[in-house]
């Protein structure tokens, strides 16, 4: 009987060893979890972007447009601003394409770090449509600079830089938040 009672004794032993190390941690002075709140809606803070599209050749700069809009942490943002051209379909019926530029932005409030999510699009047609024959659409040049990053107020930084493959030239999408008071 002594026997029998020991191997229960050390069966137990056993499994409490083998077990105990994969059981959830308890704290006993814990309050059981009550049902979440929703939480209130914090203040609505506003911030200015500017946005800066350089133009460099041989990494000096030849040009620079501006754009501003005002934005919340809500949902993104669009400024565009172009021409809607007409191009002839071969049934005879008129497509419209836009040519100029188009800014979409949507803020990210990641509880201190902003984030900023940018998706610009630029397009262009090329100042010489050199060896276009008659009859031929004219060429769009664009580019496009996507990106989601961690931004600090008052600061500008680059988003991202994009080379032009057929010259010496590259282009810049910068930007720089401010928070509205």
Not at 132 to 143: D, F, K, N, V
Request: charged content about 20%; overall charge neutral; proline content about 8%.
């Amino acid at each position: 009987m002594y026997t029998r009672k020991m191997m229960f004794v050390l069966t137990i032993g056993m499994f409490l060893l083998i077990a105990l190390p994969f059981a959830p941690a308890q704290d006993a002075n814990a309050a059981p979890k009550a049902a979440a709140k929703p939480s209130a809606p914090g203040p609505i803070v506003a911030y200015r972007l500017d946005f800066s599209i350089n133009e460099l050749e041989d990494g000096r700069k030849i040009n620079t447009r501006h754009y501003s809009m005002n934005l919340t942490g809500g949902g993104p943002q669009v400024l565009k601003i172009g021409t809607r051209v007409p191009i002839q379909s071969e049934q005879g019926k008129f497509d419209y394409i836009d040519i100029g530029t188009n800014i979409w932005a949507h803020l990210k409030d990641w509880d201190k770090p902003l984030g900023l999510e940018v998706n610009a699009d630029i397009s262009t047609f090329p100042a010489s449509n050199e060896g276009r024959g008659s009859g031929m659409p004219p060429l769009i040049r664009q580019l496009h600079i996507g990106a989601t990053t961690i931004v600090i107020p008052d600061k500008p930084m680059i988003i991202g830089s994009v080379d032009d493959p057929d010259s010496k030239r590259s282009f810049q999408l910068e930007v720089l938040v401010t928070k509205l008071q």
